[in-house]
């Protein structure tokens, strides 16, 4: 395969990205502990886990950390694993990275002290911000895949989401699978005609892309036959019923008050100076 | 250009939360006041092929480097701004579900920053005008570049603004300005190009696609609306999700602290995040990484800096030996329950 464009050689970035749609999708089908919680209740629940990691202080990393309980947590109780979430959150760090990365150069006033290292109030903060990345970006990669996207979707029209919004979710869903598998062959025949060359031309794209239009929007015609002659009136029902027990209240209130405890109080903390006092 | 919920702060988070929301209810009630049921599934299969078409990548000329369709203004044209809204809406609440590209609580920013600027801002301001009622080859190719090229340096600028906002980045202002608005001018101009090309390759040869958009587009649409609605939910909102806030002055308030010599607009005592975090003040050997009694002392210090206080090893090392802890029994609680998960497995007829 040396010498083949990218595209022909192994995966592309449209497989890849389809391929981890799919398995993010496969474990919402399987039982899980967390998979009886009211889909509400941990959107509710890692709504506020989010909130509250972001409303930490830009140099409290030591106040952040039992935080890290509650995606540990839930990864474990739904065997999700953490290799896949870590591949995809080392994917999207580089925007995060771009922007903390500029804390160490303006701030660099001495702050700490760890033996000879002298450590700065940019390095902190920077490693602050990491952290909140790495944990905000995991709930949502968790919720999703606890979930499944069309519970999630059933959950959002329940919280008054409006249904036009729900219903476009809904279809774009279904659509990427098969459109991305369209665009993937466009791109793939491309590559094994284009004769080693790299990339892709900017008047070559934009056929492609138009190509790749035109037959999407054939496809939302026959779509839209085949929805009306079975008595599509522009809106999709959703028949799966929700029902929120007293766990579920429980599920969200228990992290709550756990979650506002750790932003009031700083758990390490009073930890470590109550093993300090008990043992020094 | 998708933001990361790291980035910014709740009250930033939740204000554009809230002006999206209002946004996107707006968009389904005038999409359903003028109804089409043939809109619902073009929505749907656009969204997926933009989805797909931004994971395609064409080589900048003499850069070495490649860039994607953004897809916003792709759809305004094609799908009129309401539809288009929702459906960019419904593309980046995908994309941070399934890959953590832009956050959740980021979500709000996002559809703003890539949504909103060029389906209401861009599209009826630039592109209409250009374009006309009736419009040719040539101008919908230089509407659509120029609207494009708009709709993303107003992106850009959302980013700085919500960034520097939320006072997460060290990254002053005009830095922030400067790095940000040419590089995505830059890109601006080859995805205004490419835009282009696809929306006029589609008006050659389905030119009636357009005109179901041209149906829906400006009528009954009002900017001074949108203006009003968003500076409404953004002040409410704030207000509330101020409670969350960092008790250092944010990027705004430092602005606004350069701008008039005055924080204004900072009255920590009646907030309940001010409530908070006295409690984590009274509670903690080492608030904001600082120490209880250092901290009077530092108060007197110079004004215009931002204090940190002295170091003491003793609070230090109760702090690392606590944190060290934490992680310690983060990680054991991991641990037991990989091994109850386990034990389940092998015996699952208990």
């Known amino acids: 395969m040396k010498g083949m464009p990218p595209e022909t050689c192994g995966m592309s970035r449209l497989d890849s990205a389809v391929g981890s749609m799919k398995d993010q999708d496969r474990p919402a089908g399987r039982e899980r502990t967390v998979r009886c919680i009211d889909p509400r209740a941990m959107l509710i629940t890692t709504f506020i886990y989010i909130a509250v990691v972001t409303s930490f202080e830009k140099f409290d990393l030591l106040g952040l950390l039992p935080l890290v309980i509650y995606p540990l947590f839930i990864m474990e109780l739904n065997n999700l694993s953490p290799g896949a979430i870590g591949r995809k959150l080392l994917y999207v760090s580089p925007c995060a990275l771009m922007i903390g990365i500029f804390n160490p150069l303006f701030d660099n006033r001495v702050v700490l002290h760890l033996g000879s290292l002298a450590v700065s109030g940019g390095w902190i903060s920077f490693t602050v911000l990491m952290v909140k990345f790495v944990l905000t970006a995991s709930a949502a990669l968790i919720l999703a895949a606890i979930c499944g996207f069309d519970t999630l979707c059933v959950a959002l029209e329940k919280l008054k989401m409006p249904k036009v919004f729900v219903s476009q979710l809904l279809f774009m869903h279904r659509y990427i699978f098969l459109t991305a598998d369209e665009a993937s062959r466009m791109v793939r025949a491309h590559s094994v005609r284009s004769f080693r060359r790299k990339g892709m031309k900017i008047k070559v794209f934009g056929s492609l892309c138009g190509q790749l239009l035109l037959r999407t929007l054939d496809r939302a015609l026959r779509i839209r036959h085949a929805m009306v002659s079975r008595g599509f009136r522009g809106d999709v029902p959703l028949i799966r019923e929700l029902k929120a027990g007293k766990g579920d209240t429980a599920f969200v209130f228990l992290w709550t008050a756990f979650f506002i405890i750790a932003r009031c109080f700083n758990l390490p903390q009073l930890l470590g100076a109550f093993v300090m006092d008990k043992f020094a | ?350």
Not at chain 2, 212 to 228: D, P, Q
Not at chain 2, 236 to 246: D, L, P, R
Request: with cysteine; hydrophobic share 50%.
């Open chain 2, 1 to 350: 250009m998708h933001m990361a919920d790291a980035l910014i702060s709740p009250a930033v988070g939740g204000a554009l939360w809230t002006a999206t929301a209002g946004l996107t209810a707006w968009s389904a009630k005038k999409l359903n006041e003028d109804f089409d049921d043939r809109k619902v599934p073009l929505m749907g299969a656009l969204g997926a092929f933009v989805f797909a078409a931004q994971m395609i990548n064409f080589t900048i000329p003499a850069t070495g480097s490649s860039g994607h369709l953004g897809g916003g203004m792709a759809l305004a044209v094609l799908l009129g701004p309401y539809a288009a809204f929702l459906t960019m809406a419904s593309i980046l609440t995908i994309q941070s579900l399934f890959f953590a590209d832009g956050g959740l609580l980021a979500l709000g920013c996002n559809i703003f920053n890539l949504g909103f600027f060029p389906c209401f801002i861009a599209y009826p301001l630039i592109y209409k005008k250009i374009a006309g009622e009736n419009p040719s080859a040539g101008k919908i190719f230089a509407g659509a570049t120029l609207a494009s090229l708009a709709g993303l340096q107003l992106g850009a600028f959302g980013v700085v603004v919500e960034t520097v906002a939320s006072g997460i980045s060290d990254l002053p202002f005009s830095t922030f300005l400067l790095l940000m608005q040419p590089i995505h001018g830059a890109i601006g101009i080859v995805e205004g190009l490419v835009t282009a090309a696809v929306i006029t390759f589609v008006w050659k040869a389905r030119p009636e696609v357009l005109l179901l958009a041209e149906k829906s587009s400006a009528e009954g649409f009002s900017i001074k609306a949108v203006f009003v609605g968003l500076i409404a939910a953004a002040v409410i909102t704030g207000g509330i999700f101020s409670w969350f806030a960092s008790v250092h002055p944010d990027g705004l308030e430092w602005a606004l602290f350069h701008a008039s010599g005055k924080e204004e607009f900072r009255n920590p005592e009646e907030s309940a995040h001010s409530l908070l975090a006295g409690i984590q003040e009274k509670t903690a050997v080492m608030p904001d990484y600082g120490f209880k009694n250092s901290r009077t002392v530092q108060e007197d210090a110079t004004a215009s800096e931002e204090q940190w206080p002295a170091v003491s090893i003793g609070t230090s090392t109760a702090g690392i030996v606590g944190g060290g802890l934490t992680l310690f029994f983060a990680g054991l609680v991991g641990f037991l329950l990989r091994l109850i998960g386990r034990s389940r497995q092998a015996s699952p007829g208990r």
